[in-house]
């Protein structure tokens, strides 16, 4: 697996025209979600500011909108399967050199959510179980199902289908695959940090700015993530395909 074409292909396409509309989705979807958080009753977080003080959100905030504990929940649902649906299609129209059919892109696009929502829940309770037993286990877990998404979003697979999937693509390419994984995150950290740098002074400035600004970075590094990761795909399938190409080759005429 080369990772920096990996990084470097997947910065190209999402500063594609495709890349960009991409990011303005789901800056859309963002800010759903952060009118949602906003919008939730103080009484909402209070086992979370009881236990974990330092987690537990603020309340309020200027996309606060007068909704009941309900309707908040209720918009931040739809802003959870609308990130996935947007992650579907990016992937989608990230793959193939990054250059979308519209009518591939939209395929089964509700049946693909569903199985990429479950898939990803499943994916953070054993990654989440892994890295509380020993750090190892979480990140050999993520590395070796992490591509379901790409046979879920590309070839419609149900998610115990993608993940056996993903584990035999990844099947002799963990540590490249964990490579990628820790450059991607080493960007995404970087980015986030440089930003947040920034977002102090925005801050002070302006509090709906700010917010604003960071819909925008978040929406960057998400489909600049879901780039990097759909160059890793096939740069794994024309690895197992490169393999293929030998398997009815006799062993003696191999070099």
């Not at 190209?12 to 960009?20: H, K, Q």
């Not at 989705?25 to 939730?40: D, E, H, K, P, R």
Request: glycine residues 10%; hydrophobic residues 55%.
């Amino acid at each position: 697996m080369n990772v920096a074409e990996a990084l470097r292909t997947g910065y190209e396409r999402t500063a594609s025209r495709t890349g960009v509309a991409l990011v303005a989705v789901t800056f859309l979807v963002q800010t759903a979600n952060t009118v949602a958080l906003q919008s939730q009753p103080p009484e909402a977080f209070t086992v979370l500011r009881e236990r974990y003080p330092e987690l537990a959100p603020e309340p309020g905030g200027p996309f606060s909108l007068p909704l009941s504990a309900g309707g908040a929940a209720a918009l931040s649902l739809f802003a959870t399967v609308a990130t996935t649906a947007v992650f579907v299609v990016a992937f989608r129209a990230l793959s193939d050199d990054g250059i979308p059919s519209p009518g591939r892109v939209t395929r089964n696009v509700g049946r693909a959510t569903l199985h990429g929502l479950v898939g990803y829940l499943l994916l953070l309770v054993l990654v989440g179980a892994g890295l509380a037993l020993f750090v190892l286990p979480g990140v050999f877990v993520l590395v070796s199902f992490a591509f379901f998404a790409g046979f879920v979003a590309l070839e419609d697979e149900g998610v115990v289908g993608a993940y056996r999937r993903s584990w035999a693509l990844t099947s002799g390419r963990r540590l490249g695959v964990t490579l990628l994984f820790g450059a991607l995150s080493l960007v995404v950290v970087l980015v986030t940090l440089v930003a947040g740098a920034s977002l102090s002074f925005v801050f002070e400035v302006s509090e709906t700015l700010a917010y604003l600004v960071d819909a925008v970075v978040s929406a960057l590094t998400f489909v600049y993530a879901v780039a990097v990761l759909a160059v890793g795909f096939e740069q794994l399938r024309n690895g197992e395909e490169g393999d293929d190409e030998f398997t009815d080759i006799d062993d003696e005429l191999l070099p």
